[in-house]
């Protein structure tokens, strides 16, 4: 699955880069790739996630002599106002912005996801987002949720 899902998005974010995307924000990027293996000259690339993962992974990317190309957002981005944090970096609001947020949905809460979702309807006019999403009843059978 995951490896399908990744093939997936992958293919997605190169046809919306594409397209004209100048801006690509990987909601909860965890140790994702993309920035370094989909990278591009004109694309701006930003990270979120917990402090500590992006500690990890920028050590893991000096220590394999790669280049770090992407902005990393240390933040829990399901309580923060993302959107903020994301401009203060960098971000342009006018620019076409295409969000992805891979892997991580269907472990949170139902409010955080709303909270996220309104954070970017309220504060952006030109984006679009790519997520995947299974049913707590998949991910947790036996459970019977």
Known sequence: MVRYRTRYFDDLMLKKIRQGVKQVVILGSGLDTRPLRL????????????????????????????????QFIHADYTDVDVVAMLLERGLD?????????EGNIFYLKYENICHVLENLRQSLTRFELAFDYLSHKLICPQHGI
């Not at 993962?53 to 893991?60: C, D, P, T």
């Not at 609001?93 to 947020?101: A, D, N």
């Open 39 to 70: 990278a591009s000259d004109h694309v701006k690339f930003y990270e979120v996630e917990q402090k500590h993962v992006l500690q990890y992974k920028a050590e893991q990317i000096e220590q394999f002599g790669y280049h770090q190309n992407s």
């Open 93 to 101: 609001p006018e620019l076409e912005t295409f969000f992805l947020w």
